[in-house]
């Protein structure tokens, strides 16, 4: 177990999962490019020990494998999957008490341990200006801390195990912050802390917030999990580092005595100020939007403390190991919140939030004798309308039938779906709704539309392994690719507004009619970039899926509405990028150049053996 993120980086080290970086390097683009480059190579943790403008060290890409995060809490892994799956399935502890022991008293050794006397952290008070002010993107509003843990406290219940620790991302310089006297929170009112903002606005005073930065691992971890009612993260923290969570007030506000560093400050009701943009896991900038702003009141930091941060950007990245983490400790609690749920994959290539592949029970047997969805849509509004998940857009859903299905192999998926769908049946759309707040795909901040896709039955078609014929030359449109069997990418002019995106879908489909509609290749993907849409799997889900709103980007080949429910021949996405959507991540070339340097022979990293 570690005490702090020192031990842990002391451990990863001796076990060749940790490379120290000796070079200056500067906070300012370089330091996100190094962390990308090594990341995407499947490279070791850094310690980045001398950053331009600050006296701090940093540590990155921790969590970069999915196999060194588990070796980070190989000592609790086991312990924290049982009491997990004891908070999914309580019944199971009352059937085997004393197979449960073990686990009742892991968790009761968990709970939060509250100090006095000096504290580490609290070793020297410091300004805003002395961290390592890390910018990752050339758009970015600013620096931003990339790992925070946020804390706060329920005003109506005050103490900390019934407080708020989240990962909300912080912006620290830029924009119109004062610098060492404010810097920006982005949340949403529905988060733990919107809530206790709320409390504290009716009662007239300011939230105190403290921003936790550092300390074991484990912290990090319980700042994104998803933890099931009642279960404080706090205890997680705990349970997962195998240690109490301690900590002290200072001025009243709460302090975690063993992270690296700690921002205390306030929120006051009605103060925001622009935050943004910021490189986001979606792939593109989050644009600049009013957010509340916390004013400072002190900055700590212990002893040669560490600054741990990771870079957002298009997937994969380190927060899709936070995803595989999440999924493996959590196990089986979809299946308790959604009965009928076998299987819910939030597709990460696709940024996560805008799709959703899903494997649901099909138990219901209609008059007619005609395998077609039904109990597996009544799952998908369960599905849509349950936290997180609530935010996508696009839900494929199906039900296993003589085949074992996996969510995470998407090829297969998506093709059992293509092989057996009903284009005059089986779509079906949600208008004016919410999707992410980072998502502009939509009609606005937080605006869009969902669409359901739920294919089950017999197999209707095999699907084509080439671009059909026809379809290779039709008029303007050019280079038609196929991404997978039964989809292919077809490129057009650049999108200029709806009301010509229409007459556009129009002609395409009229141009596709002349040929004869082609039943084996039932989705066409209109894109600006046909041959990037079909070079691999993930650029199809990302661009896809990140670049349309089901409502106003789907059309199709012969649609009609019959009693209100739309059909089509062949189904066309819009995925071209859109005037209003936000711009997308592009590294800058010069600081690529720059960072070789650190990868030749006899610099830092150029022995590193990577993947």
């Known amino acids: 177990m570690y005490r702090n993120l020192e031990d842990c980086i002391a451990d990863l080290e001796k076990n060749g999962h940790l490379v120290r970086i000796q070079e200056e390097v500067d906070p300012y683009l370089e330091m996100a490019a190094i962390h990308m480059k090594v990341h995407e190579a499947g490279g070791p943790a850094l310690l980045f020990e001398n950053i331009k403008g ?27 999957q049982n009491v997990m799956a004891l908070r999914n399935d309580p019944i199971k502890a009352l059937k085997h008490p004393f197979q449960n022991i073990g686990t009742g008293l892991a968790a009761w050794k968990a709970l939060p341990l509250k100090k006095s006397g000096s504290l580490p952290v609290a070793h020297q008070e410091i300004n805003i200006s002395d961290l390592p002010l890390i910018q990752s993107w050339p758009m970015d509003g600013g ?20 407080s708020n620790l989240g990962m909300y991302r912080v912006q620290l310089s830029g924009n119109e912050y004062e610098m060492n006297k404010e810097i920006g929170l982005h949340y949403q009112i529905h988060r733990g802390i919107g809530v206790h903002q709320d409390k504290a606005n009716k009662q007239g005073v300011p939230l105190k917030v403290s921003c936790f930065i550092g300390g074991p691992p484990a912290h990090t971890l319980s700042a994104v999990m998803p933890l099931p009612e009642g279960m404080s993260e706090m205890t997680f923290a705990g ?11 200072i001025d009243g506000f709460c302090i975690s005595n063993d992270a690296d560093f700690v921002i205390t400050g306030e929120i006051h009701q009605g103060e925001t100020k ?55 400790l959590t196990g089986d609690a979809i299946k308790q919140e959604i009965p009928g749920v076998k299987e819910v994959h939030a597709v990460d290539a696709a940024g996560v939030h805008p799709l959703l592949f899903a494997i649901a029970s099909e138990r219901y047997t209609p008059y007619q004798q005609v395998k077609q969805p039904a109990e597996m849509l009544t799952i998908a509004n369960r599905i849509l309308g349950t936290g997180q998940l609530s935010l996508a857009k696009y839900l494929f859903i199906t039900a296993e039938e003589n085949q074992p299905l996996d969510t995470h192999h998407e090829v ?18 949600y208008t004016n709704t919410t999707i992410d707040t980072l998502d502009y795909s939509g009609t606005g901040l937080n605006s869009g539309s969902k669409v359901v896709i739920a294919a089950y039955g017999d197999k209707k078609r095999e699907l084509c392994r080439d671009v059909p014929d026809g379809w ?47 039943s084996t290749c039932p989705m066409i993907i209109m894109c600006d970039d046909s041959s990037f849409m079909s070079e691999t799997i993930n650029n199809f889900l990302w661009a896809t899926f990140t670049r349309s709103n089901p409502s106003h980007d789907i059309y199709g080949v012969n649609s009609y509405y019959e009693n209100k429910h739309w059909a089509c021949d062949n189904l066309i996405i819009d995925a071209r990028i859109k005037p209003h959507q936000a711009p997308p991540l592009i590294p800058d070339p010069t600081i690529e150049k720059n960072i070789e340097r650190l990868f030749v022979k006899g610099a830092s990293l150029g022995g590193v053996k990577m993947g």
């Open 274 to 328: 622009p935050e943004g943009p910021f490189g986001d896991h979606l792939g593109y900038y989050s644009l600049t939007h009013p957010f509340p702003v916390m004013k400072v009141h002190k900055v700590y930091a212990k002893p040669n403390a560490i600054w741990p941060f990771t870079v957002v950007g298009r997937p994969p990245q380190e927060d899709t190991v936070f995803g595989e983490l999440i999924h493996e």
């Open 143 to 162: 620096a931003f801390i990339t790992l925070p843990q946020v804390y706060s406290e329920d005003l109506d219940k005050p103490g900390i195990m019934n």
């Open 412 to 429: 297969d998926f998506l093709t059992y779906i293509m092989e057996r769908i009903d284009l005059r049946r089986d779509i079906h759309f």
């Open 472 to 518: 290779k030359e039709l008029r303007g449109y050019e280079n038609a690719r196929l991404v997978m069997p039964g989809i292919v990418a077809i490129q057009g002019p650049k999108f200029a507004n709806y009301a010509e995106a229409q007459q556009e879908m129009q002609r395409l489909s009229d141009a596709i009619q002349e040929k004869g509609p082609i």
């Open 54 to 80: 600050s006296k701090f060290r940093a540590v990155s890409n921790l969590f970069g494998t999915i196999e060194r995060s588990k070796f980070i809490f190989r000592n609790t892994w086991e312990a924290v």
């Open 239 to 249: 349970l997962l580092s195998g240690r109490r969570f301690r900590y002290s007030y």
